[in-house]
């Protein structure tokens, strides 16, 4: 008697385990990849370091939370990387012919910004009336609209990066919320103060493109959680009969989340343009399987109606990590691909048998 209950008390903590396990893995693995790089990669986890892993890339969280929306509904966007080359080029194109034309750099840059996310909004548009109303498949519709808008692109910039942006736009990029110069006591906001003497210490921090980013991935985090077009968005995704039966304007819905999608593209895009002081037709081709596999690896079902902003997060932050570390670790830049399918394996696995485990009664 003794024995068995024993045995079954085993067979109780070897379920926690395995729930632990299911629940958890991107968790782990994300600190498996901190505690790896901080050790083998000198300065990985300093102030400098971190900020680097979020500043370079910003694209994979914008695009990553934007694909996140349209896979709960059961879709797919595979446009969403050409979309931001797209922006990057009209935002970078409008700013420099605004300035050209007598517009001081600042409003020349705040209405580039503001037409290219207006513009930004067309392929989402169009992706979501050929879905929504003619029942093209998602991933006919939005690849055409890949090849569409990469043409475009090619066909402004004729071969040569988008160039010759104002300095301003190199400042709002590549700038930082907070500057610190600890000898002298200064505090800074935005304006980096000038150094007076060689060797002297400027901490940087907060790059304004990584607070940019997370704050409409916080807003969104909110809008998905607590709003009823989150609640449409899962529905739809669940079950679409249903949802239609539930009074839900599904179609209207379908277009609004692939414009979300191209808009967040856009965002990163501009972003892009802000950083690099350029425009790039490919500037977001390798964020689309980023974006992909963030999300699948943050536990949303590529059927739909599973997902959340948080964990897609976790699913970024293993890319950017490993990305990043990577890179200064010194390895070429496409072992990443190799890394990132092996990653996305494994998710889909752990998708595909873990589920039976969470949901099982422990007894």
């Known amino acids: 008697m ?3 209950q024993m045995m079954s008390k085993d067979l109780l903590l070897k379920n926690k385990l395995f729930l632990f396990i299911g629940r958890s893995w991107t968790i782990l693995f994300l600190l498996f990849e901190v505690i790896f790089f901080s050790i083998f990669v000198r300065g990985f986890l300093s102030l400098e370091g971190v900020q ?3 500043f370079f890339t910003t694209a994979i969280f914008l695009i990553g939370v934007g694909e996140l929306f349209v896979i709960i509904t059961g879709g797919i966007d595979l446009s969403v990387g050409f979309v931001m080359g797209f922006s990057s080029i009209i935002s970078a194109k409008l700013i420099v012919t605004l300035v050209n034309n007598g517009f001081t750099p600042s409003l020349a840059i705040l209405i580039g910004v503001l037409i290219t996310l207006c513009i930004g909004l067309i392929p989402g548009l ?14 006919i519709a939005t690849f055409s609209m890949l090849s569409i808008t990469y043409g475009i692109s090619e066909l402004l910039i004729q071969g040569i990066p988008a160039k010759n942006l104002p300095q301003l736009a190199n400042s709002i990029g590549n700038g930082y919320f907070f500057y610190i110069i600890p000898e002298r006591g200064i505090f800074s906001f935005f304006l980096k103060p000038q150094i007076q003497q060689r060797g002297e210490l400027l901490i940087e921090i907060l790059p304004n493109t990584v607070i940019i980013t997370f704050v409409i991935i916080a807003i969104l985090a909110f809008v998905l959680k607590w709003t009823k077009f989150g609640q449409h968005t899962y529905a739809i995704g669940g079950n679409e009969d249903a949802a239609i039966r539930a009074g839900i304007n599904v179609k209207k819905h379908i277009v609004k989340i692939y414009m979300l999608s191209s808009f967040l593209a856009s965002v990163a895009g501009v972003l892009y343009m802000l950083k690099y002081v350029t425009g790039k037709a490919d500037a977001g081709s390798s964020f689309l399987l980023d974006s992909i596999v963030a999300v699948v690896i943050g536990g949303a079902s590529l059927y739909g109606g599973i997902g959340t902003v948080g964990k897609t997060v976790i699913g970024c932050t293993i890319l950017a990590v490993l990305e990043t570390g990577l890179r200064m670790y010194g390895i070429p830049t496409f072992d990443k691909y190799i890394a990132v399918g092996l990653i996305l394996v494994f998710a889909v696995l752990v998708d595909q048998f873990f589920p039976e485990l969470i949901h099982k009664e422990l007894t």
Do not use: E, H
């Open 52 to 54: 680097i892993v979020f």
């Open 126 to 139: 169009i992706n979501g009336l050929l879905i929504a109303q003619l029942k093209v498949p998602p991933f």
């Open 2 to 4: 003794l024995k068995n």
